[in-house]
């Protein structure tokens, strides 16, 4: 992958984490949009940030994006065991004119 | 609220072709402010992005990809297809269908279909 994630993060019920998404100069620090996906076990991605800050209709403000230079991140605040999933970051990649995803991170709440 | 369905054989030998539909429901595939793509997930792996279809009717794939796939659009049906020849074990994944606000390279997807595991196996 062209965006790099951590592995995995882990926080007690109520904690604040972070995501990070570490691309280059031809996605990321080209200015193309980050967005961010969640995936439950066994479940399609959805959609849980876009054009780096937005929250769809639906997500909890606990959610939110920002995004620097070749970096985006995702933070979670007031951990919840419901928040225990896969996060994606995704953005578009002007060297191979498609789109990037991250490498995926798990979030386990302790 | 849009909804995305992929459909197809869920196992396909080495060398042959896999072929998924996507239908689309509660809105129509010729609305010009939206791309239709498909990105797949080998199990326990990540996403990856396979191509998309544009409402000019010109396509855009993944260059891993590109020799392989083709993307192409039923409107009679409401439906976008995806064929991809000369599979390999490699090809088994979960494949996802999923729309894209049309712009200029700060598009997401968004809904996803419930996504179809095909396995490729003799």
């Known amino acids: 992958s062209v965006l790099t994630q951590p592995p995995s993060v882990s926080g007690a019920p109520g904690q604040r984490v972070t995501i990070s998404c570490t691309g280059s100069?031809?996605?990321?620090?080209?200015?193309?949009?980050v967005h961010w996906y969640q995936q439950l076990p066994g479940t399609a991605p959805k959609l849980l940030i876009y054009?780096?800050?937005n929250r769809p209709s639906g997500v909890p403000d606990r959610f939110s994006g920002s995004k620097s230079g070749t970096s985006a991140s995702l933070a979670i605040t007031g951990l919840q065991a419901e928040d225990e999933a896969d996060y994606y970051c995704?953005?578009?990649?002007?060297?191979?004119?498609?789109?990037?995803f991250g490498t995926g991170t798990k979030v386990t709440v302790l | 609220q849009l909804q995305l369905q992929e459909s197809g054989p869920g196992l396909v030998k080495p060398s042959e072709t896999l072929s998924l539909t996507c239908t689309v429901s509660?809105?129509?595939?010729?609305?010009?402010?939206?791309?239709w793509g498909w990105i797949r997930q080998p199990p326990g792996k990540g996403l990856e992005w396979i191509g998309n279809?544009?409402?000019?009717?010109?396509?855009n794939y993944n260059p891993s990809l590109k020799s392989r796939v083709t993307i192409f659009v039923d409107t009679s049906k409401n439906q976008f297809s995806l064929k991809l020849i000369s599979v390999t074990a490699a090809d088994t994944a979960v494949y996802y269908c999923?729309?894209?606000?049309?712009?200029?390279?700060?598009?997401?997807?968004?809904?996803w279909g419930q996504g179809a595991l095909v396995t490729v196996s003799s």
């Open positions: 509660g809105g129509s595939i010729t609305n010009n402010n939206y791309y």
């Open positions: 999923a729309r894209l606000p049309s712009g200029s390279g700060t598009e997401w997807f968004d809904p």
């Open positions: 995704q953005s578009y990649d002007s060297s191979l004119s498609g789109y990037v």
């Open positions: 054009g780096n800050t």
């Open positions: 279809h544009y409402y000019s009717g010109s396509t």
């Open positions: 100069s031809s996605n990321i620090g080209a200015s193309y949009a």
